[in-house]
């Protein structure tokens, strides 16, 4: 199994993922896509052949049939597919660790697509680790999977698009939706305006989120705008939660609160293969460093979609398209020029899905408190239990950068390896040591990305080399 050798390995087979699959597959390229998941589909697209089946698509609303639509193109394709691969080491040589099935093994591929997607930024404000307490995503993620509406009341608190269309698909599902607590302020909505000419040009997409606010208000879920200081209250599990707004304390009964403050890429393969990444000042974000074809620092290496830059679920096909039409170059199976006249319809759908990005940028940059918490006692990093005090003291300490800062609270080095706590801590750095963000640097990420039993990983070590089982040089 340690010998499988591919043209082509994809990890993801969300929008980006799967178009890329079927455009390299038609190129001829040998690919295999190696999803975590058991069916295609990524985050936005979740269990979507499964909701396509059963005739329930309408629930999340008409967009998700492009996903069905995809999904069914990579199964048609040639690509291979991988479900339930968690890939937990990605190589600059092109060596692919990963646990599936049936058991752990090593792939080899001559070009190796990250297709990864974003994950929810952090929200770590106090009470947030209370049982009670979870994404706005991760709801949407079970109600996507599993058909799972919420039984009690709930508060939905943050800020960008989802928070309106889940307050939507949970309240069509009959939840009851007790509040939409917004923390975009009054004063970002005026500065906000000059990108609006821009925005006005991706058409449909700009309506269909105005068309989501519509809706919550005609459906009667209280919305409160500009709110601020949220604190969950509660002793063993969320009981409520509080908040500052028109210039008074506010205290609302909750059942479950839904946290959101946008979406940033997940880019720990990229970090630990030591793909060059840069901050985004305006996602407020560390993102791979790529071309325009998703190539990065590493040769072998590409990455399209949100986990090189959040641009949407439309857009992330295109680049999909556009890394594999650069891989069918790059290992010859199709010249430079029919690489450059395949890519123009892709480029002029990218410009188009490009134009809102500025308007979304801007509007929904996430509030301050969840970037930097002041809140001594609030837990940053959930693995280890740190909070903000002991964080600033070990920066005063000398852990002035991120990996330094791990030596002293052992931030980074639990089950996430840092995906949940590396913004917060980097930020907090940052304003302790009167630095940029991209002074302070982020986590170096070491293999394995995700847990694996030792002995497996020695097994494999062993049969790479050619010893026999059971022996490895660990």
Known sequence: MSNEHHDLAIVGAGPAGMAAAVTAAELGLDTVVLDEQQAPGGQIYRNIEALERGGHIEKLGDDYRRGAELAGALRASTATYCPGSVVWQTSPDGRIGLTGPDGARMVHARRILLATGAMERPVPIPGWTLPGVMGVGAAQTLFKASDIVPNVPVVIAGSGPLIYLVALQLARAGCTIAALLVTTPASRIASALKELPRALLAGRNLLKGVGWVQEVRRLGIPLANGVSGLR?????????????????????????????????????????????????????????????????????????????????????????????????????????????RRARPERAALARHKRIRPLLDRLFQPAAESLLPTDPDTIICRCEEVTVAQMREAVHLGGEDPNRAKIFTRCGMGPCQGRMCGPTVASLIAHETGRTMAAVGTYRIRVPVRPIPLMTLAGLIGEEEGLPPGESTL
Do not use: M
Request: aromatic content about 4%; some cysteine; hydrophobic content about 40%.
């Open 232 to 340: 969950i209250d509660g002793k063993d599990r969320a009981e409520g939660i509080s908040y500052e707004a028109d210039g008074s304390r506010h205290r609302l009964a909750a059942g479950l609160v839904l946290l959101h403050e946008g979406v940033i890429p997940d880019n720990q393969l990229s970090l630990s293969t030591r793909c060059q990444q840069i901050w985004d000042a305006a996602q407020l974000c560390w993102r791979p460093a790529t071309d325009e074809w998703g190539a990065t620092s590493e040769e072998r290496i590409a990455i399209a979609g949100d986990g090189a830059g959040i641009l949407g679920a439309l857009a992330a096909e295109n680049l999909g398209r556009l890394a594999a039409l650069d891989t069918a170059f790059r290992l010859d199976c199709i010249d430079q020029a029919e690489r450059d």
